[in-house]
């Protein structure tokens, strides 16, 4: 089992920018993967950028965010960060974080865990 919190959401100015925290605690050494997936109003939910640390903490980003956020991971403190840059009208959303966890018996199976979601907010 995983618990997932985010933190860091609230509104900014058109251009600016803000990092979004997500706390991760449970079954940790089964980690496969870290994600922050967004969702705007009547949208489907999106991946914006992913952390695969099976893979050597490789990262991946959505084409709209490449150049200017950035996901990363604090080991020691068991956090995920996106760090969001030039931010703009297209990026306001709710802003959820996403784990994948291999199973205990079966290592291939994967589960998926969802944090509540932290709300960010772009003004002009």
Partial sequence: QVQLVE???????????????????GSIDRLNAM????QAPG?????????????????????????????????DKNVVYLQMHSLTPEDPAVYYCNARVRGR??????YRYWGQGTQVTVSS
Avoid at 14 to 19: K, N, P
Avoid at 35 to 38: A, I, P, V
Avoid at 105 to 110: A, M, P
């Fill in 7 to 25: 933190s860091g959401g609230g509104l900014v100015q058109d251009g600016g920018s803000l990092r979004l925290s997500c706390a991760v605690s």
């Fill in 35 to 38: 994600g922050w997936y967004r």
């Fill in 43 to 75: 949208k489907q939910r999106d991946l914006v950028a992913g952390i695969t640390i099976t893979r050597g903490d490789s990262t991946n980003y959505a084409d709209s965010v490449k150049g200017r956020f950035t996901i990363s991971r604090d080991n």
């Fill in 105 to 110: 018996i079966v290592s291939y199976q994967e």
